[in-house]
């Protein structure tokens, strides 16, 4: 299967394909002519699909170098940004060279950026290895580490060459990066597509969803595709892809990097802001009912009760939807169809509520 992202000034494929990293060269040789090529993997990645990438790159030409992270949010850092720059360099990597993204959301979005800001930017192609970032984070162009005080603080807009999504890397993922993953696929349901809503309410477990891999990974990948095309620097429509990720972000950050994992604390979000909005008027009475049974079921957390809820409420003045003292919020105006509101930014207080 493959789709293209239409941008006013730009385009790219994504080619979603079981097996489709045994042909990972001949896809390359399609964008890139020969040169050298940085590969940015972490090192759990690395074990299981380093060899097929290694192979496959160098039986059509390309000059390798492999940047092996430790897995984990903990290596999105401008320390290790720093040190791959320093690899890249070495490496003696021209305008004219490329970097490959293998991994998960972590290694995308951190090769992502050092890919656009090392010599004011080189092509990079995202290889997604995780359901979230299959479902997700390949897609798009947004690229970040974080800093201590926030999450994604410092990051670009850059769009890559090219995505390839090989579903069969999901076969050695762990059960609870499935989950996770599961939660964003939910948010895209829950914003924007009531039919792959009640295609995932009609899904037994994590087992099932995996079978329907390839098609779930198309439509998450069509539905961000739409939004992106619509306002790809993130001023407007796009806000909605940051459902349940205002309080998210602050449960990651507060919690400590790598301890909650992104999609679970969005899971956590997204609970928190739609019984919040019920509450309070905003959305549907029955909606956080119908979410809560969702993620119950794909076994993703709502509770961060143990959180401070001032240390979420400074947490959050980093949002990156925050304009001086207002701040957009994503609610749901009805399964299917998010709404964008304009709050002062203490009113998020409401949203915090236990
Ligand atoms: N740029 C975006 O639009 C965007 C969107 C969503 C999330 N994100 C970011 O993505 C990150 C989360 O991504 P993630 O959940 O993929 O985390 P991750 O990259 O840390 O991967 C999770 C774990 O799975 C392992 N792994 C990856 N692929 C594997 C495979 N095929 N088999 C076995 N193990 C594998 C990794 O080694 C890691 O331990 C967060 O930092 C989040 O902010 C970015
Ligand atoms: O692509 C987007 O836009 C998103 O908001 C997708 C989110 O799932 C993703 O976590 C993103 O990295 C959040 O971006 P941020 O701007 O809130 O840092
Ligand atoms: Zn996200």
């Known amino acids: 299967m493959k789709m293209t992202v ?69 290596s999105k850092s401008l320390t290790e940004a720093s040190k791959i720059y320093t690899a890249m360099s070495d490496f003696q990597m021209t305008r004219s060279d490329s970097v490959i993204a293998l991994g998960g959301g972590v290694v995308g979005d951190l090769a992502g950026f050092v890919s656009s800001t090392y010599m004011r930017g080189l092509s990079f192609v995202q290889i997604p290895t995780t359901l979230l970032a299959q479902v997700d984070s390949s897609v798009g162009g947004k690229t970040a580490v974080n800093s201590t005080t926030a999450k994604n603080l410092i990051g670009t807009f850059a769009q890559p060459a090219g995505v390839l999504i090989d579903p069969e890397t999901l076969e050695t993922l762990e059960i609870r990066r499935i989950r996770e993953g599961l939660a964003e696929v939910i948010k895209s349901a829950a914003i924007a597509d009531l039919t792959l809503w009640e295609e995932l309410e009609k899904y037994q477990d994590e087992a099932d969803i995996l079978e329907h891999a390839e098609s779930i990974i198309y439509q998450c990948v069509d539905i961000k595709r739409k939004v992106v095309e619509a306002d790809e620097l993130d001023n407007d429509e796009r806000l909605i892809l940051n459902f349940g990720h205002t309080i998210g972000h602050a449960i990651e950050q507060v919690a400590g990097f790598g301890v909650i994992t992104h999609g679970e604390a969005v899971a956590m979000g997204m609970y928190q802001m739609c019984t919040s909005a019920e509450r309070l008027g905003k959305t549907p009475h029955g909606t956080t009912e119908k979410l809560t049974t969702m993620t119950r079921k794909y076994h993703l957390p709502i509770e961060f009760s143990e959180l401070d809820r001032t240390d979420l409420f400074n947490a959050i003045l980093h949002d990156k939807k925050a304009r001086g003292h207002q701040l957009k919020v994503i609610l749901l105006e009805s399964l299917g169809k998010a709404k964008i509101e304009t709050i002062q930014i203490e009113k998020i207080k409401d949203f915090l509520a236990e």
Do not use: C
């Open 6 to 74: 239409n941008l006013p000034t730009y385009q790219y494929d994504i080619f979603i394909q079981k097996g489709g990293l045994k042909e990972l060269g001949a896809w390359v040789q399609k964008l890139w002519s020969p040169r050298k090529i940085m590969i940015i993997t972490d090192q759990t990645v690395n074990e299981f699909y380093g060899n097929v990438v290694k192979t496959q790159l160098e039986n059509a030409g390309f000059m390798l170098e492999f940047y092996v992270i430790e897995p984990g949010e903990q």
